[in-house]
């Protein structure tokens, strides 16, 4: 090991030399026309965490500029001797000193490497790292924040104040009570399977609302059930959501732990494991909700293999196509979270999806109004100089905080 | 040349490539051996791969390296993964509620700037294309206005179908359908890539008939 | 205590990293890190909840003589060797994912066959599926076949050799309806995300912890 | 009419064991693997805009290189670094790679060695393998303050600070282009979180199962190019001049391309007229 970094050490120190010249730097004569750093600049990095500055600098002359080699920043407190803090390359004109202490006022100097020595700018003004309370880049963030937040938790009020609240018909949820009637009627067991994430992921989260909902429908009818999980801690919630929905339709003697159990974290030792309790154990219905990757399809043609009728759903579009294409019924991206609003008809839950209408409702007004207004403007002059596509720009710019 | 390592291991990833792909025809013994031995060993797999690639790095290292409030603060979350093992006994399994609780708080946390920020504002900004004029690329700008506009309407759910909404989300669920035939078709690739990665090893490194 | 201790660290948590992310200033804007850490720890103790479930339910097979019984030796084998080189590895080489480690031995010639060798499975099944699923039932399911074969033709040589239609079309229809849905489905679910993050943080959704 | 023989057959074929379909697939693939033709693949706009992304670093500047895919998409995603690579390389644009897929760096790193041989490039100075450091959110944001603060040392334990190649890189400031090689939802944080919160220039090579997910951010200016799937590779080499596996496995894409056609025309014409006649 100990040779190793002497030779890497040395490597560096040889390349420095040649690259720099550093060993033999000299301080270049006065008046000598190379080409240097100049007009020094530092500030607070903006939006941190203190720590930070900024130092940029511009090329004195830029025909001349291949000769420099590369750029030392130097810095220091007032009173103190310059150190050298790092080092870029000849095309770069920034760095990002990330070790200033916050108490402390720095002043930097660049020094300019050439192929004959080095020459040192002016040193900058004096700056100091400050830390921030608000990332001013994140405001239009913020706004979004505050308005979705703000949107959902109204109309979660509203519905809690007893408002009456519709919701459409979500074909694939109803097609739940249908599917584990028909696999009560044929005497085969149910599969649940809710994904491959863990619950930090609000699909899976999605899923076991789901699998509430049918559980309770399975322990009425007394049809056996089967939730093979990737993830320990969705097992261990599953677990509890299936317990308890026995429970609540007073069936918990008839609840069997070991239904709900843990194959592997890896995708396709999952995937291997799941066809095999499919050709195996038969069962009528399968649930494929929550998060998927590749296996989606894997898991849907062997479901539709043995027959039994197929319900998914997940927010992954690029596995959307295999389930549409793949299943009997398909809950579509947002169609996934809309459930849990849906098979409970709690009003808490109905309001939230009426807040998240109300913002999906505002982003169409807004894209619209502003594509017709940046359009208006490019009628009045074609060349986008108008006052109006340029305030849409500016708008539209705004959004990235940018 | 070979060790003969290399040459039992080629052998045997041989062997398993053909019981999975086995199952194609039906399900059999050789496809019921490697399905036991992947879940078995992929298991065994994850278990090394967290204890060397997490718990050993960010617990134990950051433990036994760093001093004062950062070497005891990272025993909050050791605590807590502990907690976790209440499981195993019914009386204080309640107890694991407080982990799952803290997970699930954290993808609750990230999930709410991370799709505003990454994903709704930059893709709302992106749908801001005013028409500039009478071009191809104006009409393109104007049916992927018209695509978000229409999918979004498609997944309002407080209102019936009805009506410019009813309108809006017909028109949404055929571009939704469109686009689900373009990322079929683009996919395929992607599987018949796989396909060929597996044939290549069996006709290359197995069978050495492809050079 | 059994309900309000988790509903409050669920909440502190969440927003705790909603105001870290606004908040660059101390102790805030090194929370979002350190909690991630956090996070992975947590995760990893979780590992041994599920090979005890794994191995307790097999042992259990084995012990009755269920059916598939020895299936599930062959799963405890492939489990207890793979922990064993694994930990060989580290005791001898410093980590189990050294080149020369037997961990890795297991990894290149058995994990990775079986993987690729399921995931190749898709090659089949996509096949299978589009023979029976892709049927012009009606206008919209028609739409999905043709942008389907569109794409399809316009990913291979001869499709640009029949016409350039294909290629161009292909294009266009990532670039300009596939991009559209995407984006539409993506922004509501989303929102649909930050919704449930919300009703997670304030205790409103708490099927995770019944 | 009812048992006439046409649509006895229509039926059949409706029916049609789905093995049989397994089984002209599986030849449609081995046959033109084995023959081993393929010519060059004219290049579509995503992948010559990743080309330009590439070719509009100079000398010196740094590259960073993501692996994050595993063996079960290497071969797709292989043939793609390799070509990144000798693009990089050949214009003496320095080379860090890392990854967030602990299991997939070994197969980045052999791949990194064989094209920096190539090209006579050293390791430490022309090229760095930085290796995997866990949670890859927690990763990215600290890469944006300082990249010593989570990567203090290379893959093999060298500090960072010893050497050459990574001099002058403090953080993303320094990293001229991100190329990152996905197939999962890596690509979805590397943009979220580094390209959203840093400003980063990055561009991707995916599998084909990725790449449509990624061409909203292509059109919003995210990142400025997108390699899909084992044609964009074709693309790729095509673009550099030197073809590869990418290229090799194209007419096996072509064959089972046109017969997955085949039996969608198939068996919409099995649906048609037993719809018709039943």
Redesign the interface.
Known sequence: ?GH??LV??L??LG??ALVGGSVAARPLEEGTSAPCACSVSANDVP????G?ISVSWDLATTDASPSVT?FEILRYATGEEPVSI????S??T?F?D?NADGGTIYQYIVRTHTRDGFIDSVPSDAALAT?????HG?A???I??IL??GS??FF?IRAKGGAE????K?PGLDAVDDAVGRATEMGRPVLYVPGIE??????T??A??IL?HVAKKVAQHGTPLLVP?A???V???AQ??VK?AYAEVGQSDRFDP?SV?????????????V??IM??ERPEAVFLLGYF??ES??L??TA??IGAIQISGT?E??Q???F???CDYTL???????A??YLSHEP?M?G??????L???G??Y???T??I???I??AIS?D?TSTL?RA?EA???W??G? | MDSMGMIIGTWLAGFLTLA?LS?LYK?NPF??L???L??G???G??LIYVAFFDIKPMLIDTFMSETGFEKWIILIPGALGLI?LS?WFPKIAWL?RWP?AF??G???G????AN??GY???Q??A???????FTVADLSNLIL?IG??TT??Y???????KGLLGGGAKIGIVF??V???A??GY?LMARISLLIGRLYFLFHDLLRILD | MKRSVPLIITFLTGFFL?VA??????P???LEQRLLVW?AIV?GF??????D??IR?HA?RIARTNT?WGHSIVLLMGLVVTVVVGVIGFSRLGSPFHIHSPFMFVYTHV?VP??GT??A??AF??A???Y???RARNTVATL?LISALIVMLGRIPIGAAISDFFPAAQEWIMDVPQLAA?RG?????A??????????I?G??R???? | MENSPRKGFWEAMNSLD?RIIFLILLVCVAVPLLLNVGAPIPPTPPVQLAYDAVESL?A??VMMVSIDFDA?SAPELMPMLHSALRHAFSKDVRVVMLGHIAIGLPLGHMALEEIAAEYDKEY??DYVDLGYRPGYIAVMIAMG??ISDIFASDYQ???LA???VM??V??Y??IELLFGFEH?AVIDYWVRYTQ?RF?QRMTFGTTA??A??AYPYLQAGQIEGLVGGLKGAAEYENLIGHLGLGTRGMPAQQWAHLLVIGFIVLGNLGYFFTRRKG
């Open positions: 090991m190793r970094r890497a050490t490597v560096f390349v420095l939006d941190d965490g203190g930070a590369r790092g080092e870029v390359l095309t770069n920034d990002q990330v830390a921030q309370w608000f990332a994140r239009p963030s913020l979004a924040l979705v937040c959902i938790i979660i609240l519709f919701i459409r979500i863990t619950v930090s992921e609000v699909g989260l999605a076991l609302t509430g999980t993830d320990p801690i097992m261990t919630t509890e959501i308890q070991s159990f843990y194959l592997t974290y890896d995708q396709f030792g999952y995937t291997a494991g066809d095999g050709v195996r990757a590749a399809l894997i849907a043609e539709h293999e927010k579009t690029s959307l196509p295999f549409v294409a793949a579509i991206g947002e169609e996934i979270f809309a849990s609003s808490i109905l939230s999806l009426k807040g998240q209408d913002i999906k409702i982003i169409v807004l894209i619209v502003l594509v207004a940046g359009s403007g490019y074609p986008g596509s849409v708008a539209a710019l959004l990235t940018s | 999975i199952f399900d496809y019921k490697a399905e036991h992947y879940v060993v992929s298991a797999y994850w976790m499981r694991s799952i997970t699930v954290i993808g609750a990230l999930g709410i700037t505003l920020q709704v504002l930059p709302v900004q749908t801001i294309l005013p028409l500039t004029g206005i978000v506009v979004l309407m997944f309002y759910f407080s209102k019936p179908h939704i359908m686009s689900f035939g990322s079929f996919t | 909603v992310f606004f908040v660059p200033h101390e805030f804007g090194e996070f995760s979780t590992m041994l909840l599920g090979i479930n794994l339910s259990r598939g994990i079986l993987q399921m995931f499975l898709l099944f996509i299978s599926a589009s029976r699923a892709f999905l995407k489905i993506q922004i509501g679910a929102l649909g995300a930050v919704s449930m993050s919300l009703r997670i304030l409103i959704e099927s995770y912890l019944s | 789905r100079e010196g500047d079960t430490g100075v303050r300082d334990g060298t500090p010893e050497l050459p001099t002058g403090r953080s400031n320094d999962g959203a400003g199962v990725m449509p997910d």
